[in-house]
């Protein structure tokens, strides 16, 4: 079993939609969970970061975690053409210098229709 | 706004050739990373570094790759004799501090590297 699962896409939405993109994950040890946005051909741009099991919001972004079925989510509001991107989930456990070990999906490239 | 600076943008390299990638992470961070893009593929782990030394690595960093951090500012990954699956993007990331402050890792925007 993988690591960490996404659903590759592509995914189509018109303006104004409500996505959500998900990803479900093997490993208990993860305790931080990040959400990526990337443009084709660039690096990764930090979109969302959550800790814990719950709900974080900003803006248009909606980060869900549910670590009792090791499963996050994300959502997006009012979706607009700019939206268009791959977007990576993107987790981690705690380590003992403190430094970040990123295990990433494999990303769910969206594309919003003006 | 303070980012990670990669060059070159883009390297082709012959099959055998050592190759540097350059990264100038932010000022002030403390943990720096590699990671690489193979195309089409998920952006994997390559090493961690932090207080002048490998904090851990990745089963794909072998005895080929190695990083370094010369002065001050830079950041570097060699490999020592390309191969045509090294073909990838290098994203170089740095972090100020770790996850559990709520630090974030900043990524550059790549080096695309070529084997031919």
């Known amino acids: 079993q993988k690591e960490v699962e996404q659903d590759p896409g592509p995914l189509s939405v018109p303006e104004g939609a409500i996505v959500s993109l998900n990803c479900t994950y093997s490993n208990s040890a993860f305790q931080y969970f990040m959400w990526y946005r990337q443009y084709s051909r660039k690096g990764p741009e930090l979109l969302m970061y959550t800790y814990s099991s719950g709900n974080k919001e900003d803006g248009r972004f909606t980060a869900q975690v549910d670590k009792s079925s090791k499963y996050i989510s994300l959502f997006i509001r009012d979706s607009q053409p700019s939206d268009s991107a791959t977007y990576l989930c993107?987790?981690?456990?705690?380590?003992?210098?403190?430094?970040?070990?990123?295990?990433f999906g494999s990303g769910t490239r969206l594309l919003v229709r003006p | 706004e303070p980012e990670v600076t990669q060059t070159p943008s883009h390297q082709v390299t012959q099959m055998g050739q050592e190759v540097i990638l350059r990264c100038v992470p932010i000022?002030?961070?403390?943990?720096f990373y590699w990671y690489r893009q193979i195309l089409g593929q998920k952006v994997e782990f390559l090493v961690s570094f932090y207080n002048n030394e490998i904090s851990e690595k990745s089963e794909i960093f072998d005895d080929q790759f190695s990083v370094e951090r010369p002065d001050g500012s830079n950041f570097t990954l060699k490999i020592r004799s390309t191969k045509l699956e090294d073909s990838a993007m290098y994203f170089c990331?740095?972090?100020?501090?770790?996850?559990?402050?709520?630090?974030?890792?900043?990524f550059g925007q790549g080096t695309r590297l070529t084997v031919v």
């Open positions: 993107a987790l981690g456990e705690s380590r003992m210098d403190s430094s970040y070990k990123l295990i």
């Open positions: 990331a740095s972090s100020s501090l770790g996850p559990l402050l709520n630090t974030e890792a900043f």
């Open positions: 000022s002030n961070h403390l943990y």
